[in-house]
């Protein structure tokens, strides 16, 4: 799983775009390693090269935030929350709900492809169209062995790594989108989707397996690319067989729903409290790090967290209302009928301790907590 970013690069339809520290190291490598071969098809100066090759790198990760945007706005067009999209070393993941159907799970795999396809077909055209040139796929290749000009060196080598992504992530190993896809066709197939999720994830850990010993080949016949192989095998491995815990984990409390298990009277903060208050009569006397924000009505508004109270009024603004300081990026909704299992792959639980259980009309119905699931398991085993 990729670890949680702390810097938001941007913020396209609603969707808050992130990127991690490793995402940076992997970007300058990309420049630098690009760089030679590119001025080797260029000719004449480095500095030419270079600029193409930030362009290229540049426009490569562009290509994975769209790749990612597939994903999203699909999941999100077919009902799902979209709590974000991480950029990181081994690429981009978007964080979103559970789908609860093969065919949400298959339309909203499928559509980073697809996406990534487009650019592909895109950027071919617009190669051989704008340059007139024969020789688009010999520069794809970046082996220096033709002279082509900085637009030809640009989209061949965009289309090319995109490619070279397009078939990795379509291999059927869990988490890849391929594995995803392979899911969608299991769980309809079989009506079982813990069956699925097992049989994709063993297919990962077998893949991930396969190429481990391929990136230990690799080191031990000198290649740089082998250590590369070895620490994407160990991510994809670890991702897989969390994949096979979890569906076994599901299938045991496959019977129940959130609101099995939710505390159905929680704790709230009214939307009209002011920060001394929710400080004096919530925060210093339940000790917890945030809570639910709620309007008369009981609509959840969003959660208020005590660092940020404590920040308000140490800035001397005690008088603000709660409401004017929610934290509304957190995935921390669901739905009081969902399946208890999907809880277990939900990325607020773990971090935030609990999630708010609201209805259709946006209601807070109950709290569930990390320590309420983990009860449950227990009982189940």
Same mark, same amino acid.
């Given at each position: 799983m990729a670890p949680r970013t702390n810097y938001q690069l941007a913020r396209i339809f609603g969707i808050r775009i992130g990127v991690g520290i490793s995402f940076f190291v992997v970007l300058f490598v990309f420049i630098f390693a690009v760089t030679g071969p590119f001025h080797e098809m260029l000719g004449g100066s480095r500095t030419?090269?270079? %600029?193409?090759?930030? @362009? #290229?790198? %540049?426009?490569?990760? @562009? #290509?994975?935030?769209?790749?990612?945007?597939?994903?999203?706005l699909v999941a999100r067009r077919n009902g799902l929350p979209?709590?974000?999209?991480?950029?990181?070393?081994?690429?981009?993941?978007?964080?979103?709900?559970?789908?609860?159907?093969?065919g949400v799970e298959f339309r909203v795999a499928v559509a980073g492809p697809l996406v990534t396809l487009a650019v592909i077909v895109l950027c071919t055209l617009a190669g051989q169209l704008a340059t007139n040139s024969s020789h688009f796929f010999e520069a794809a290749l970046a082996t220096g062995g033709v002279r082509a000009s900085p637009a030809l060196v640009w989209l061949s080598w965009v289309a090319t790594i995109n490619a070279l992504v397009l078939v990795f992530n379509l291999i059927p190993a869990f988490p890849l989108d391929g594995g995803k896809i392979a899911r969608a066709a299991i769980w309809w197939r079989t009506g079982d989707r813990?069956?699925?999720?097992?049989?994709?994830?063993?297919?990962?850990?077998g893949f991930a397996l396969?190429?481990?010993?391929f990136g230990l080949w690799g080191l031990a016949s000198g290649s740089s690319g082998g250590l590369l192989a070895m620490l994407l095998a160990f991510f994809l491995y670890q991702s897989a067989s969390a994949a096979v815990v979890q569906a076994s984990l599901n299938r045991r409390i496959d019977n129940l729903t959130v609101a099995d298990v939710m505390d159905r009277e929680p704790v709230t903060i009214p939307s009209s409290s002011t920060l001394l208050e929710a400080h004096e009569q919530f925060f210093m006397r339940y000790r917890w790090q945030w809570f639910a924000v709620v309007d008369p009505a009981r609509h959840f508004l969003g959660i208020v967290r005590g660092q940020r109270v404590d920040a308000e009024i140490a800035a001397g603004r005690p008088a603000l209302a709660v409401a004017e300081v929610l934290d509304d990026e957190e995935p921390v909704r669901v739905d009081e009928e969902q399946p208890l299992g999907s809880l277990l792959g939900a990325e607020g639980l773990p971090?935030?301790?609990?999630?708010?259980?609201?209805?259709?009309?946006?209601?807070?119905?109950?709290?569930?907590?990390?320590?309420q699931v983990r009860r449950a398991l227990r009982l189940a085993t």
């Open positions: 030419t090269a270079y %600029l193409v090759a930030v @362009a #290229s790198v %540049l426009s490569f990760f @562009a #290509s994975l935030i769209m790749h990612e945007l597939g994903h999203a979209v709590a974000g999209i991480d950029l990181w070393a081994f690429g981009g993941m978007t964080r979103s709900g559970e789908p609860q159907t093969p813990y069956r699925a999720t097992n049989v994709s994830g063993r297919m990962g850990q396969l190429l481990g010993l971090r935030l301790g609990a999630m708010v259980a609201v209805d259709d009309e946006g209601v807070l119905k109950g709290v569930v907590t990390l320590g």
